[in-house]
């Protein structure tokens, strides 16, 4: 999934969630040779309702209650909201940044072999190709926090901390709100 803002040099890619073969239209399972599927009919799962009348009616949440985000989704709106935080302070030198989010840093098994603390985030400086990333590992920020507002803070002091090591200056300097808890 890839998100802008009303900047065009401003991007932030947040990490793909591999297609499942319940988001294919009913087509697509007909073409794959499932037995039994008739080309018109829904499949199982794309059915609101079982066979017998039974099941979800509805949707459970509502899309304006909190709940109804998964714990990924409020991650990444909370990466999206520091990241634009220092964009509307800094402008022009966080252009062509872009700022990711992974699950797990790579490597973590070696990193847990060796009795060594897990990174929440990196960046990869610019290439020839394309600008630079500052990646965050949603996994190992929300083991570190132990609430949603402790949450909101350390991935803030995180996005600050990879993108002050990107420009070469503190962290205090870049935001005045660094590691200041609300």
């Not at 040779?33 to 829904?42: E, P, S, T």
């Not at 490597?107 to 610019?126: I, K, N, R, T």
Request: with cysteine; hydrophobic share 35%; glycine share 8%.
């Amino acid at each position: 999934m890839q998100s802008s803002n009303h900047d065009p040099a401003f991007t932030v890619r947040l990490a793909d969630q591999a297609a499942s073969p319940q988001d294919a239209s009913p087509q697509d399972f007909s073409a794959t040779g499932l037995k039994g599927q008739a080309a018109g009919r829904k499949g199982f799962r794309q059915r609101r309702r079982n066979r017998h009348g039974r099941g979800l009616r509805g949707e459970l949440m509502l899309p304006t209650l909190p709940g109804y985000r998964t714990r990924s989704e409020h991650f990444d709106e909370l990466v999206l909201d520091s990241a634009q935080r220092l964009h509307d302070i800094w402008g022009k030198l966080l252009d062509g940044v872009r700022f990711a989010v992974d699950e797990i840093p790579p490597g973590l098994e070696q990193l847990v072999a060796d009795s060594a603390p897990a990174p929440m985030g990196s960046y990869e400086p610019a290439t020839a190709d394309e600008g630079p990333v500052i990646t965050l590992y949603r996994r190992v920020v929300e083991q570190a926090c132990s609430s949603r507002e402790e949450l909101q803070d350390l991935v803030h002091d995180v996005v600050v901390e990879h993108t002050a090591e990107m420009l070469g200056v503190a962290p205090e300097t870049l935001d005045p709100v660094y590691r200041r808890r609300y």
